[in-house]
């Protein structure tokens, strides 16, 4: 097959290579059209860079021409077919593998083979990991696919950081397509509506059979208006009774698992900073693309503030972190973001220029006792400034350095 043109995601790539040639199947899972597809292309590129002869095999769930694998018999069937007269290593790539009835089963056969290095990816988080887990238990490794952190992002588009190139990121969001559309809003609005519609009537509606879409629609857009903000279901449920909408706290609980299982949304838990425990009552959800939040709930100036929470969210989990809301008794932090044994703690705001304002953001964090760094990302356009430790900076270079 003829691979498109792509831009290249080190980030991924680096993460992904050490894998190669190992009897482990490599998942790539992500919200649809996150450049799971691109990022197969590039390992294909990258394989034949090191054995120009490789045997690659590509089959995509969402083209035509193999919309008659539907189950892994199928399935199991179109690769003999592929390797008859054939010796050596083949390297498989199924796109959206999930859409193969028992796909698990296949795999494992081939797995037990041993002459394929296997790729897969998929928009179903709970249908991969529960299938996976079950059927290859310790023979995969899942990679999470996001869309463009900011450095990307300027990368696509060939702009440089400034202002309008921060705004063009936080309005549009960072679905790797959008680098073929203009800078238009109706356009990219547009295109982004087609893409929600899919993942709620594709990914969700039909693959639980959901009867009233409106009712989940709703939900969506009580998520749109409320980010950053702590709710549990319950306290969802009486908002929406108030605006004379039926949704119980159970029913809303499955709804945000099928919306954080198709990569809509992420949930985000508190935890508790003095004695690290986790809470079970009340989180947070964040967007995986903001444009396509601004498709639900169009863009106000004075969401920046919750705008802003969602790209510094999405920047810790795309640099590898495991992120949590801190509690710390009546006193909240946005992000604990741990990796590799080391820890952040984060506040973020529009701007600490009030002193009001200020002795929130820093006094919550000035209570942690512990050594670890302390940032409040603003835009206020500040370089350098410190108290107490505590490091201010701003959004931009926040999202440029290079940790």
């Not at 009486?238 to 609980?253: G, V």
Request: charged residues 25%; aromatic residues 14%; proline residues 3%.
């Amino acid at each position: 097959m003829e691979i498109p043109h792509y831009y290249a995601r080190m980030i991924y790539l680096d993460r992904i290579k050490p894998f190669i040639d190992t009897q482990i199947i490599k998942v790539l899972v992500g919200q649809r059209r996150v450049g799971k597809s691109f990022m197969l292309f590039q390992l294909m590129d990258y394989i034949r860079g090191k054995n120009a002869n490789a045997d690659i095999l590509y089959i995509n769930k969402e083209l035509f021409e193999f919309d008659s694998l539907r189950d892994y018999t199928d399935l199991m069937y179109y690769i003999q077919k592929h390797r008859e007269g054939k010796t050596g290593k083949c390297y498989l790539f199924i796109d959206e593998v999930q859409d193969i009835m028992s796909f698990e089963k296949a795999l494992r056969g081939l797995l037990a083979d041993g002459g394929y290095d296997i790729y897969c990816t998929g928009s179903n988080a709970r249908m991969l990991s529960g299938e996976l887990a079950t059927f290859l238990s310790g023979r995969y490794v899942e990679f999470r696919i996001w869309g463009l952190n900011y450095s990307e992002f300027m990368q696509f588009h060939q702009l440089e950081d400034s202002d309008e190139t921060f705004s063009r990121y936080y309005k549009f969001g960072g679905l790797p397509y959008l680098v073929n559309l203009p800078f238009d809003e109706g356009i990219v609005s547009e295109y982004l509506r087609g893409i929600y519609n899919t993942i709620l009537l594709k990914d969700i509606v039909d693959r639980h059979g959901i009867r009233n879409v409106r009712q989940l629609q709703d939900l969506t857009v009580y998520l749109a208006d409320t980010i950053g903000n702590m709710f549990s279901a319950s306290s969802i449920s009486e908002y929406l009774k108030s605006q004379r909408i039926d949704l119980t706290p159970k029913m809303i609980l499955e709804y945000l698992g099928y919306l954080e299982n198709a990569f809509f949304v992420r949930r985000v838990r508190p935890v508790d900073i003095q004695g690290k425990k986790q809470f079970r009552v009340g989180e947070k959800y964040y967007f995986e693309d903001l444009g396509i939040r601004h498709v639900i709930r169009p863009f106000r100036p004075d969401d920046i503030g919750q705008v802003l929470e969602n790209v510094v969210h999405h920047h810790l989990m795309v640099r590898g972190y495991t992120v949590h809301v801190g509690r710390d008794g009546d006193r909240e932090v946005d992000f604990v973001a741990e990796r590799d044994g080391e820890k952040l703690y984060i506040q973020v705001a529009a701007s600490v220029m009030e002193q009001k304002t200020w002795e929130r953001e820093y006094g919550n964090l000035l209570e942690i006792r512990d050594n670890y760094p302390k940032i409040v990302v603003t835009l206020d356009p500040l370089e350098g400034a410190s108290f107490q430790g505590i490091r201010q900076i701003p959004v931009r270079r926040f999202l440029l350095m290079n940790d």
